[in-house]
């Protein structure tokens, strides 16, 4: 997947594989309940998940490349998005869109953005998602740079990060190194 070489098709197909399995990991302690129902032998009490669906939440773009593979593992979830891109001279977060479900204090909220390099974009979309009433959150990332995980920590201690790995540091332009280059022009072949 980091080779450069790496065609669009494939570096999708490993990005949904790779999601998948994170969202196993991400999920693993979800909390259970009992419901009573009907086998074609028996009755039961079945486990099931407790309270609201969960809600996904992909940072944009390259964060819809992670919901995929997600949505295959729990297809109830509601989706929300929200958009930032970063500027490339102060590699300060700029919003353009912003749109969730609804009760999002009564549901477990998971950001996804393939990326966690300088934190700054994923600072302020988990910002605004406390901010629109979140309070269980977590993160996933396919690759973090120790650099992006302190700015999450410090500034969101009470999110868990869940990523694939963690590579060396950051570059001055503040790209992951060794990294995969831009996740978002390599899914959809933009570069």
């Not at 950001?111 to 901010?131: C, Q, R, Y």
Request: glycine letters at 8%; a negative charge.
């Amino acid at each position: 997947m980091r080779e450069r070489d790496t065609p669009t098709a494939v570096f999708r197909q490993l990005l949904r594989e790779i999601s998948q399995l994170l969202a196993y990991e991400i999920t693993r302690d979800l909390a259970m309940e009992t419901k009573h129902i009907e086998t074609p032998v028996a009755p039961m009490e079945a486990p099931t998940l407790a309270g609201r669906k969960l809600a996904l939440v992909s940072i944009l773009r390259a964060g819809n490349g992670l919901l995929d593979g997600i949505l295959e593992l729990v297809p109830s979830a509601r989706v929300g998005f929200v958009g930032l891109y970063r500027d490339e001279t102060t590699l300060e977060p700029v919003e353009y869109y912003f749109k969730v479900p609804d009760h999002l204090g009564e549901r477990l909220v998971i950001a996804v953005d393939p990326m966690l390099a300088t934190g700054n974009s994923s600072v302020a979309a988990i910002t605004k998602l406390k901010e629109a009433g979140a309070t269980d959150i977590r993160f996933l990332c396919l690759l973090a740079a120790p650099e992006g995980i302190a700015r999450m920590e410090e500034a969101h201690p009470d999110v868990p990060i869940v990523t694939a790995a963690i590579d060396e540091r950051l570059n001055e332009h503040g790209y992951i190194v060794p990294g995969l280059g831009d996740a978002g022009d390599r899914m959809f072949g933009t570069k």
